[in-house]
Each structure stands twice: as structure tokens, then as C-alpha cells.
């Protein structure tokens, strides 16, 4: 990005503090320029924090549960699972309810299987909620829990994320939490609005702002 030298980089969540300030200095514009991730005492990115509280919220409305949090079994970079699990505990703490457990879990019946197997055991008969990282997981979440004879909701409630159409047509249907992707695009118009007109004539057009709490939407199904 340096190299190419663009005017701005929409950014989703992956660059850090440090990799965004270096683009700053260069004269590159990231946007949103409200977006951190947890870095020397820095907020994380508010969108996956809200995610992780409206999850929590979700699985204690019917009463107190052991909470899990169901991270995705995957080497690869991960710039949102943190920010959500730190949305979770935050959540969590406020409820005065214990932290969450963190499991990884992979898209296989076996492994998810496997992953849960302690969770499950350490519950005891205890209701569980599992705060899953998206609906992929909590579907293999879902898979798992079948195969043990677990009842969904009442036993183990499971929340996913991104509202996918496949979470829709699985039985019990999906609770997830969606995100509001056309109300975030026009913030990032209106940033890279206000860039164009402070470029051309100096002054800056005011920036349309969006609050987190207005782009997190739970989409509840059978699953809670």
C-alpha cells in the first residue's frame, strides 16, 4: 500500500494501530478512521465488540447460562474473532456472570465434536450458551450437538454471525447477528466524500457517522 500510494484503504478490521498510523504519515487516509484494534491501551473496532455483547444478550435472555465462545479452527490471520470475545467478556462482566470459555472449533463433524466434548463435560447439567464466530461454526456447532443428544435451546443455546442464507434452512433455524453492510458502505462514501471536496477545494464536507449499536442486528431463530 505504500508502494501504490492510494488516496485511502477502506479498512474491515486488519490493520493495526501501528499500520495505520504508518499509512497516516504517509498521507494515506484509512476509513473508517473511528475503526482500532486493541492496541497500548487502544478500543478495538466497536462493530465486533457490539457483536459479541448483542451474542451474550441473546443466550442470557431466558436466564444465566455457562457461556462459551466457539472461535473458528483456522491458522490463518483472524483480525475479528479477538474484538468479538472481548465484546462477549465485556458483556459478561456486566451481567456479573463468569468469563467465557474459548474453544476452536473446525468444520467437520469429528472436530467439532471433539472440541465441545470438555465444554460439554465441564457444564455438567447446567445450560450452555455457545457465542459461535460465525453461522459456519455454529452449524458444525449445531452438527456436534445432535450427535450427543443435546437439546437446542433448552440444553445449549447457540448464536452465530453474518446471517448467512444456509443458516436460514438449517433445522432448528439460526439465531445469528447480521450486519448492516449498505448503512456501513454509505459511511464509508461519505468519508471518502468529504476526502474528494477537502482535496479540491480545501473544505471538508461534514462525515456522515454511523454508531456500531445502529449496524449490529440480531436475527433471532430457534437456536435461543
Given at each position: 500500500?505504500l508502494d501504490i500510494?492510494?488516496?485511502?484503504?477502506?479498512?474491515?478490521?486488519?490493520?493495526?494501530?501501528?499500520?495505520r498510523a504508518?499509512?497516516?504519515?504517509?498521507?494515506?487516509?484509512?476509513?473508517p478512521?473511528?475503526?482500532?484494534?486493541?492496541?497500548?491501551?487502544?478500543d478495538q473496532?466497536p462493530?465486533?465488540i457490539?457483536i459479541?455483547?448483542?451474542?451474550?444478550?441473546?443466550?442470557?435472555?431466558?436466564g444465566?447460562?455457562?457461556?462459551?465462545?466457539?472461535a473458528?479452527?483456522?491458522?490463518?490471520?483472524d483480525?475479528?474473532g479477538?474484538p468479538r470475545?472481548?465484546?462477549i467478556?465485556?458483556?459478561l462482566?456486566e451481567?456479573?456472570?463468569?468469563?467465557?470459555a474459548?474453544?476452536?472449533?473446525?468444520?467437520?463433524?469429528a472436530?467439532?465434536?471433539?472440541?465441545?466434548a470438555?465444554v460439554?463435560?465441564g457444564a455438567g447439567?447446567?445450560?450452555?450458551?455457545?457465542?459461535?464466530?460465525?453461522?459456519?461454526?455454529?452449524i458444525?456447532v449445531?452438527?456436534?450437538?445432535?450427535?450427543?443428544?443435546?437439546?437446542?435451546?433448552?440444553d445449549?443455546?447457540?448464536?452465530g454471525?453474518?446471517?448467512t442464507?444456509v443458516?436460514?434452512?438449517?433445522?432448528?433455524r439460526l439465531t445469528t447477528v447480521?450486519?448492516?453492510?449498505?448503512?456501513l458502505m454509505?459511511?464509508?462514501?461519505?468519508?471518502?466524500?468529504?476526502?474528494?471536496?477537502?482535496?479540491?477545494?480545501?473544505?471538508?464536507?461534514?462525515?456522515?457517522r454511523?454508531?456500531?449499536?445502529a449496524l449490529?442486528q440480531?436475527?433471532?431463530?430457534?437456536?435461543?
Amino acid at each position: 500500500m505504500l508502494d501504490i500510494r492510494p488516496t485511502a484503504v477502506v479498512d474491515l478490521g486488519v490493520l493495526a494501530p501501528s499500520q495505520r498510523a504508518q499509512l497516516n504519515a504517509a498521507g494515506i487516509r484509512t476509513i473508517p478512521s473511528a475503526t482500532q484494534v486493541m492496541e497500548a491501551g487502544e478500543d478495538q473496532d466497536p462493530i465486533d465488540i457490539q457483536i459479541g455483547r448483542v451474542q451474550v444478550r441473546e443466550l442470557v435472555r431466558r436466564g444465566s447460562r455457562t457461556i462459551v465462545y466457539a472461535a473458528l479452527a483456522d491458522d490463518r490471520l483472524d483480525p475479528f474473532g479477538p474484538p468479538r470475545l472481548e465484546g462477549i467478556r465485556r458483556e459478561l462482566a456486566e451481567h456479573r456472570l463468569p468469563d467465557a470459555a474459548e474453544i476452536r472449533v473446525p468444520l467437520d463433524l469429528a472436530g467439532a465434536h471433539a472440541a465441545l466434548a470438555e465444554v460439554l463435560v465441564g457444564a455438567g447439567d447446567g445450560p450452555i450458551g455457545i457465542c459461535c464466530y460465525n453461522d459456519d461454526v455454529a452449524i458444525a456447532v449445531i452438527a456436534a450437538l445432535r450427535r450427543v443428544g443435546k437439546t437446542i435451546p433448552d440444553d445449549v443455546s447457540v448464536i452465530g454471525v453474518d446471517r448467512t442464507d444456509v443458516g436460514q434452512l438449517v433445522s432448528p433455524r439460526l439465531t445469528t447477528v447480521a450486519i448492516d453492510m449498505p448503512s456501513l458502505m454509505e459511511s464509508f462514501v461519505s468519508e471518502l466524500t468529504t476526502i474528494r471536496d477537502k482535496s479540491v477545494s480545501g473544505q471538508e464536507t461534514p462525515t456522515t457517522r454511523v454508531e456500531a449499536t445502529a449496524l449490529v442486528q440480531l436475527v433471532r431463530g430457534e437456536t435461543t
